[in-house]
């Protein structure tokens, strides 16, 4: 089984915007994903729209578009339908507020997935010993079962998934994801 890094695809499909929001609020919001967990009834809708610079207009509207790093992920309901099944014990689905054009939207709170195995993943540190980044994964035996898309505590604001995930998008036509194979350590 591979691991995926995922990211939004703002250099080929409209990203989204808060233009309610001060900078200062969507800091705060953005610190409420951080926590790993759910949001339960913290969460108060946001207003989203396309966002109009240059270009964009051009571009077409993915199912996955890139929301300014409030959330860990926006997605279509189109693609929420398809992927639920597989989703729906790591996630948390949050409102977004739309309107014509654009369709019906939602922001996902990615729940964290302590998986990561520290005695055998190979890391970068930072002089007081945080973790910079991660150049080789490992995962704990049978960690990841049923996990198709989570993060990790260690690497915030990533967000990964795996193949059965992938699959899932491609097969189904899902537009606006790239997906990045995760570097693994190698098993002896």
């Not at 929420?80 to 949050?94: A, G, M, N, Q, S």
């Not at 079962?145 to 990533?158: I, Y």
Request: glycine fraction near 8%; proline fraction near 7%.
């Amino acid at each position: 089984m591979s691991i995926w890094k995922i990211m939004e695809d703002p250099n080929t499909y409209r990203s989204l915007t808060t233009p309610d929001l001060s900078d200062g609020e969507a800091i705060d919001i953005g610190a409420l994903f951080r926590s790993g967990g759910a949001l339960g009834a913290s969460w108060k809708p946001v207003h989203v729209e396309l966002w109009e610079n240059g270009d964009e207009a051009k571009k077409p509207i993915g199912d996955f578009p890139c929301l300014s790093g409030l959330a860990p992920l926006a997605i279509s309901a189109r693609a929420l339908e398809v992927l639920y099944p597989l989703i729906k014990d790591t996630v948390e689905v949050l409102d977004l507020i739309t309107k014509p054009p654009l369709g019906k939207f939602y922001a996902l709170n990615i729940f964290f997935a302590d998986c990561l195995d520290h005695s055998k993943s190979v890391f970068v540190r930072f002089d007081d010993g945080r973790i910079m980044r991660v150049e080789k994964y490992a995962f704990r035996p049978h960690c990841l079962e049923g996990k198709h898309l989570f993060r990790l505590p260690e690497k915030w604001p990533s967000v990964f998934a795996d193949d059965v995930f992938k699959q899932a998008v491609e097969e189904n036509g899902l537009e606006g994801l790239g997906f990045y194979p995760v570097p693994m350590v190698e098993e002896m």
